[in-house]
């Protein structure tokens, strides 16, 4: 069974600095995807970005980057030029592939501080 | 364009009471997802639809069933409520294929109370 770790449960961050949030995950699998989704306060679960395992490029999403490191099974999620409305909690998720089921990290909590 | 709607947004049972929870989703998905959410434990998948006529357990089924009862639709029902299933409950939806193939968008979510 697949396993997604996101150790961290709050980090704080000044608005416009750059924040990096942790994910690890446990697989057999070789073919995956994986994504990084917000929860701001109003609750609703909103995709932030996504990678395909077998794509060597980082995903990109305007402020939004990964750095995905296959052999380390390490994902995370940096926000650059943080903005209050960045405020969220912040999920790692893991698909593997042959079916579309998605297994969650716990998340982390962010908070953008003025 | 709705994407997955969910209701009620709120309910508030009493521990032995029933209820079922109703999704909806109008971009013609073939998977349905329920989950639940409870505070340090993040999301944990109660059932899933692959597609229609299908269902299978997920991670946390014990207390639930659930029916597809078209392509549009998946319930959520607690025949006897327990104060364990105080939780937060989403659905969600994804594509068999494609170029979003496995990304699964989400309802508002239900926040409900058993006591």
């Known amino acids: 069974a697949q396993t997604v770790t996101q150790s961290q449960p709050e980090m704080s961050v000044q608005e416009a600095e750059t924040v990096t949030l942790s994910c690890t995950y446990d697989?057999?699998?070789?073919?995956?995807?994986l994504f990084w989704y917000k929860q701001p306060p109003s609750r609703q679960m909103i995709l932030v970005i996504r990678?395909?395992?077998?794509?060597?490029q980082n995903a990109t999403e305007n402020r939004f980057s990964v750095n995905f490191q296959k052999a380390a099974k390490s994902f995370s999620l940096k926000i650059s030029d943080s903005q209050l409305g960045d405020t969220a909690m912040y999920f790692c998720a893991f698909n593997g592939g042959a079916n579309s089921k998605l297994t969650f990290g716990k998340g982390i909590t962010l908070s953008v501080r003025p | 364009n709705a994407g997955v709607t969910q209701t009620p947004k709120f309910q508030v049972l009493k521990t032995g009471q029933s209820m079922t929870l109703q999704c909806a989703q109008d971009?013609?998905?073939?998977?349905m997802y329920w989950y639940r959410q409870d505070p340090g434990m993040g999301l944990r998948l109660i059932y899933y639809?692959?597609?229609?006529?299908?269902?299978d357990k997920g991670e946390v089924p014990n207390g639930y069933n659930v029916s597809r009862l078209n392509k549009r639709e998946f319930s959520l029902r607690l025949e006897s409520a327990a104060p364990s299933q105080t939780s937060v409950y989403f659905c969600a939806s994804s594509e068999a294929g494609g170029p979003r193939y496995n990304e699964q968008f989400f309802g508002p979510g239900t926040r409900l109370t058993v006591l």
């Open positions: 971009m013609n998905h073939n998977s």
């Open positions: 990678q395909e395992a077998y794509k060597q």
């Open positions: 639809s692959a597609s229609e006529g299908t269902t």
């Open positions: 697989t057999s699998e070789s073919n995956y995807y």
